[in-house]
């Protein structure tokens, strides 16, 4: 009996010990990496990426740059990388050069489901995109903690979550080794602020996140030296709550219109308006670019990507009251966009001035006919596009009149590319040829 006991009590002191063990294992890093995984996606992508020739060296960034301004060569093939999620949901931001030229998207949530999912938005230059995935949306998602930008310390511990050569949640631990590197393209500094870390990031890390020991996001990772092995970059999250931000707004997910394109204010306890989106919801309301706001529905928030979780969700006929930093409270309801006058959709979301090309226009330009939406004048941020050249398409609408350009622009979201078609005419030699040019705009 007696050996009996102390058998017993020999299993119940071992089962104690290694439950203690189990918690000293359990360190910070650990806890960490098991708050971020569940907000970790692996993402595949069909494509047309680009073979290139590069002349520029062995520039550390040459491969991220070569992406978009090398001379190409497309095929189709298939690519991994990583995502993170920011919004229960379903939107995801990674890499621009992960779904760069995506014909089809797919995502793998930490526990194995598979989803589709489209892009939002994207800017090279950055390296960003915005994903949503495709409803049913799963009501479990759990998006990322957030670090405050201003909180790095050089030699914190950081860890690289991602998908590296397609192996799912991959972790890699090292140091935060630099803040402010600089990233140039042909002897041009494109970035100041990168952040450089020891931890392992090989391919298909890239789009994944950058986190510290408290499992909050301080960058996603980008890039990889060529030439040296363990150094690995991340854009960090001051950057990506500057883009990312101006993003989440309603314009882009649905025919929801309120008008505001928020940015990061000068402190945390406010942000700006950036710009006002014309005949909105805020323009009537009387608000105004540059004002500063601290509060939405009475609620302050700590970064401009929560501020936009609070927006692009918004439906027609919800009710929101910011108040700005002079505690003025702005009362707006949500609008529906609608179908306006071609002439005024053409100038207000393209910055481009249309007229008919009746006889007097085609008289004044010397047209040998008339019919058509003539140019008389081209958006400001486009130059290449001219008085007198005639518009024949928008994405894939022929355009013959203002009717066409309402139906062309009706899915149109704010800030998606729009490509048009215009044709030139060129006299040489007494004759007139028609010259087709392609250009890109910006939606707004």
Not at 57 to 82: A, C, H, V
Not at 132 to 151: N, T
Not at 380 to 406: H, Q
Request: glycine content about 10%; some cysteine; hydrophobic content about 40%.
């Amino acid at each position: 009996m007696r050996r009996s006991a102390t058998r017993l009590l020999s299993f119940f002191l071992a089962v104690f010990a290694l439950a203690i063990f189990a918690q000293e294992r359990r360190d910070d890093v650990v806890k960490a990496v098991e708050k971020v995984l569940p907000s970790v996606v692996n993402i595949g992508t069909e494509r047309m990426v680009s073979s290139s020739y590069s002349p520029w060296g062995s520039d550390p960034f040459e491969g991220f740059f070569r992406d978009f301004f090398g001379e190409q060569m497309q095929r189709k093939t298939s690519s991994l990388g990583s995502g993170v999620i920011i919004d229960p949901a379903g939107l995801i931001i990674t890499n621009a050069h992960v779904v760069h030229r995506a014909t089809e998207i797919n995502i793998v949530l930490h526990d194995g489901r598979g989803l589709k999912a489209v892009e939002i938005a994207s800017d090279d230059l950055n390296d960003l995109a915005l994903l949503a995935i495709v409803p049913p949306v799963p009501l479990d998602l759990r998006p990322i903690a957030i670090a405050c930008p201003g909180e790095l310390y050089l030699g914190e511990t950081v860890i690289a979550v991602g998908n590296p050569y397609g192996l799912g949640s991959s972790i890699s631990k090292g140091i935060l080794s630099a803040a402010n590197r600089e990233a140039a393209f042909q002897g041009k500094v494109i970035f100041s602020d990168i952040l450089q870390t020891d931890a392992a990031i090989n391919p298909g890390n890239s789009g994944g996140p950058l986190v510290n020991i408290l499992g909050e996001m301080i960058g996603i990772n980008t890039a990889i030296h060529r030439e040296a092995h363990g150094i690995g970059f991340a854009v960090p999250v001051r950057r990506i709550e500057a883009v990312v931000g101006r993003w989440l707004i309603p314009e882009r997910f649905s025919d929801t219109s309120l008008g505001i394109i928020p940015e990061a204010g000068d402190s945390r306890d406010h942000f700006k308006i950036a710009e006002i989106i014309p005949e909105s919801p805020a323009e009537k309301a009387g608000l105004k670019a540059g004002l500063k706001i601290s509060s939405v529905n009475g609620r302050k928030f700590d970064d401009l990507i929560s501020v936009g979780r609070r927006l692009w969700s918004l439906r027609p006929g919800e009710k929101i009251t910011l108040q700005d930093t002079g505690g003025k409270n702005w009362s707006l309801t949500a609008g529906e966009s609608e179908a306006r006058d071609g002439r005024q959709i053409a100038k207000n979301r393209l910055d481009l001035s249309l007229v008919e090309l009746d006889k007097p226009v085609a008289a004044s330009l010397d047209y040998p006919f008339t019919g058509g939406l003539v140019v008389t004048q081209g958006p400001k941020d486009n130059p290449d596009i001219r008085r007198g050249e005639i518009l024949v398409r928008l994405n894939d609408s022929g355009i013959n009149s203002f009717g066409d350009i309402a139906r062309a622009m009706k899915n149109v979201r704010y800030g998606q590319k729009v490509g048009a078609l215009f044709v030139i005419l060129v006299r040489r030699a007494g004759n007139v040829y028609i010259v087709k040019k392609e250009a890109v705009i910006e939606a707004k």
